[in-house]
Structures are given as structure tokens and as C-alpha cells.
């Protein structure tokens, strides 16, 4: 992209100075935009409000940087592990379950410092994710959760959900923490290409949500779903007054072997994006 390019997409977006403190020099003869500009166009794509965008450029998980909007993120677990493990590791946030005796299967995780009301008129959630391990069960889990602490503790959720092995076939659904058993759909993905990372853009609304998964398919489709919430279970019926972002693996208790995943970059809107 040409400094010419570059400028009249910036031209186009409101949301262009985000991240302009980072960018890099950009010439007419087409050399590479660095990454720091690729993340100022991401996010302009969505001229809603930034409720959070973490990416994880800091030491210290519960400290943005100078990048970041937010109040960083808490380590968390399902009470089934030895502890917490979620830290900024190498450009990003690596989340790792605990080395767990079975039958416990630990899930392991992060959730933000900040709360917030979720908004009836929609909120978007995109997440970036460098690579990850294949999970179990309820795999690897990004959702709105009351209960900061704990990742199904007292208070509602709503979850968009890779599952793991355990499932059969892997796939991925979206539902709320009382109903996974009965996940709202159902959509394959191939195991091979959580290794090299993924991207999920999640929008929720008062009555029907949808999501895009790109990077599971082998072959490079992206994988869609959209619907309706079941009655009882809306945001309105399942959320508290205030809720945080959540993201997070669940182990397997059967080998002993933890899971890891790390995540690039995360990012909530206050409405829905394109």
C-alpha cells in the first residue's frame, strides 16, 4: 500500500487515529505496511464506540499499553485447576491449563478488568488468536461472563465456543453457561489449523446473534452461522447489570498434557459492526 492509499483510507474512517502513535514509515514505492498500520485500518472497519481493545503489548496482564484502551485482564479458572495461568508471553497473551490429575478438567483464562452494561442495540467482539492447542469439551471459549472470578461461577454468560475433543465432530456453537449440552449450532472445523491461529468476529444482539470464523477451514472458507436466542435465554435474561469479556481453554483431565493459546489481540465494540 502507497502512503497515498494509505492516507485516503484514512480519509474514509473516522477511527484512523487509533493507533497512529505506532506507525511505521510507508513510501510510494510499495514497501510493506508494518503491522502497527494494519491494526490502525482493522480498527477503523467499525465506527462503533471501543469499549476494549487489548493487544497485550505490555509486561503486566492487568496493565494496558500505550495501544490499548481498557483496564487490562485478571487470570481465572473453573476451580478445577492448580491455580491460574494467563500471562503476556512473547507479543501476545498465552493462556496455558494447569498439568491437572483426571478427572478434573481444568479450563484456564482471562477476563477483563473492565465491566460494562451490555447495550440491546448490539456489541461486536473480535478476537485474534497466534496459535492454540486442540482443547477439550467446551474448548476454547470467548464470551461475556457476570461473574468476573470464575468462568461459569454465579451469574449468567453467553459463550461462542470451539469445542474440543469430546465432541463429536469438533465444532463450534454459541449458547450460555446453562445450556451447553444444547448449543444453539453446530459448525465443523478441521483440528489442524488451530496451530496457526484464527480470527472470530462475534456480534450479539437483543434477540439473535452471529458470528465469522476465519482460519479453520482447511482450504481457507470461512465459517458462518446467525440465529435466535432460545426464549429465556437473551443477554436481557442471561447477563447481569454489568459483564466482562472473558477468553479461555479448558484442558484435558485424561492426559495429563496442559493446553495453550495465544492470543494476538482482542477487541469489543459498543454496537454491531460490518
Excluded at 484512523?16 to 506507525?23: D, E, I, K, N
Excluded at 487489548?54 to 481465572?76: C, H, K, M, R, Y
Excluded at 477483563?112 to 456489541?123: D, L
Excluded at 472458507?221 to 481453554?249: F, K, M, N, Q, W
Aim: charged fraction near 15%; hydrophobic fraction near 40%.
Amino acid at each position: 500500500m502507497s502512503s497515498h492509499s494509505l492516507a485516503l483510507a484514512c480519509s474514509l474512517v473516522s477511527a484512523c487515529s487509533f493507533h497512529l502513535g505506532a506507525v511505521g514509515t510507508v513510501d510510494d514505492g510499495g514497501a510493506t505496511v508494518d503491522a502497527a498500520v494494519e491494526d490502525v485500518l482493522d480498527a477503523a472497519m467499525c465506527a462503533a464506540p471501543i469499549v476494549i481493545d487489548d493487544s497485550f503489548e505490555n509486561t503486566d496482564l492487568a496493565t494496558t499499553g500505550p495501544q490499548s484502551i481498557g483496564d487490562g485482564f485478571a487470570a481465572v479458572t473453573n476451580n478445577t485447576g492448580n491455580g491460574t495461568s494467563a500471562e503476556l508471553a512473547g507479543g501476545g497473551l498465552e493462556i496455558r491449563t494447569s498439568n491437572n490429575t483426571p478427572p478434573q478438567a481444568p479450563a484456564h483464562g482471562a477476563a477483563s478488568n473492565t465491566s460494562f452494561v451490555f447495550n440491546p442495540a448490539g456489541m461486536t467482539v473480535r478476537l485474534e488468536v497466534l496459535a492454540a492447542d486442540t482443547p477439550i469439551w467446551n474448548g476454547i471459549a470467548l464470551g461475556l461472563q457476570s461473574n468476573k472470578a470464575t468462568i461459569d461461577g454465579a451469574g449468567g454468560s453467553l459463550v461462542l465456543r470451539i469445542r474440543g475433543q469430546g465432541t463429536n465432530p469438533l465444532n463450534v456453537d454459541m449458547g450460555n453457561q446453562a445450556t451447553y449440552a444444547t448449543p444453539l449450532g453446530l459448525q465443523p472445523y478441521d483440528e489442524a489449523e488451530l496451530a496457526d491461529g484464527f480470527i472470530v468476529t462475534w456480534s450479539l444482539g437483543a434477540s439473535s446473534w452471529s458470528y465469522v470464523v476465519e482460519g479453520l477451514r482447511d482450504g481457507g472458507a470461512s465459517l458462518t452461522d446467525a440465529g435466535s436466542y432460545r426464549a429465556g435465554e437473551t443477554p436481557a435474561d442471561v447477563l447481569d447489570a454489568t459483564v466482562h469479556l472473558g477468553i479461555h481453554i479448558q484442558g484435558n483431565p485424561n492426559d495429563m498434557n496442559p493446553r495453550s493459546l495465544r492470543v494476538k489481540r482482542v477487541t469489543l465494540w459498543d454496537g454491531t459492526c460490518p
